[in-house]
Antibody, heavy 120, light 108 residues
Framework: EVQLVESGGGLVQPGGSLRLSCTVS????????MSWVRQAPGKGLEWVAN????????YYVDSVRGRFTISRDNAKNSLFMQMSSLRAEDTAVYYC?????????????WGQGTMVTVSS | EIVLTQSPATLSLSPGERATLSCRAS??????LAWYQQKPGQAPRLLIY???NRATGIPARFSGSGSGTDFTLTISGLEPEDSAVYYC??????????FGGGTKVEIK
């Protein structure tokens, strides 16, 4: 069964840091682009960042560039997001999502999400 | 950045009726548009990719059409489990990949 499981969310103070993880199973992780997509409480979906199969390309939405870093470990079937200088507006459920072939492909498989709350 | 505008914000229909959801792009995205369904407390699920292709396991009552700037998701013969928020997403001009604001479908 194809599965993506996020972890690492929690409550953090403004200006703090957090590292999210996404562990996958049921498919060959190293064959896929991977993305992080977030959803603020009661709001819509926002793509945050993605990473190529070999990590040679990474892209970010402007609002997180320079503060968030996406990475992956193909040997451990894991995707990561290092989040720093966190702001209240980063509060959201963070989903990892698979992209079949290219960095602009649709998101065909999603995890269940992990909640990040930035508050003092 | 391509902005996607979805309408209506909310659609309230009875079981068996047809739902027509609209997504308009601020500039042409060719057919590089996807639709997702999200039920409360769940992750989104891919329904349609490249404007008109159903994703694996998606029932035939879901169909997509359109090109350029105007797109439609049609749900023929609504069922109670179709109650959800539906989002469109473009992949033509990126980064960033962008989503519409969503249409909530309520089943009476």
């Amino acid at each position: 069964e194809v599965q993506l499981v996020e972890s690492g969310g929690g409550l953090v103070q403004p200006g703090g840091s957090l590292r999210l993880s996404c562990t996958v199973s049921g498919f060959t992780f190293s064959n896929y682009w991977m993305s992080w997509v977030r959803q603020a409480p009661g709001k819509g979906l926002e793509w945050v960042a993605n990473i190529k199969q070999d990590a040679s390309e990474k892209y970010y939405v402007d609002s997180v560039r320079g503060r968030f870093t996406i990475s992956r470990d193909n040997a451990k079937n894991s995707l990561f997001m290092q989040m720093s200088s966190l702001r209240a507006e980063d509060t959201a459920v963070y989903y990892c999502a698979r992209q079949p072939r290219k960095g602009n492909d649709a998101f065909d498989i999603w995890g269940q999400g992990t909640m990040v709350t930035v508050s003092s | 950045e391509i902005v996607l505008t979805q309408s209506p914000a909310t659609l309230s229909l009875s079981p068996g009726e047809r739902a027509t959801l609209s997504c308009r792009a601020s500039q042409s995205v060719s057919t590089f548009l996807a639709w997702y369904q999200q039920k409360p407390g769940q992750a989104p699920r891919l329904l349609i990719y490249d404007a008109s292709n159903r994703a694996t396991g998606i029932p035939a009552r879901f169909s997509g059409s359109g090109s350029g700037t105007d797109f439609t998701l049609t749900i023929s013969g609504l069922e109670p489990e179709d109650s959800a928020v539906y989002y469109c997403q473009q992949r033509s001009n990126w980064p960033p990949l962008t989503f519409g604001g969503g249409t909530k479908v309520e089943i009476k």
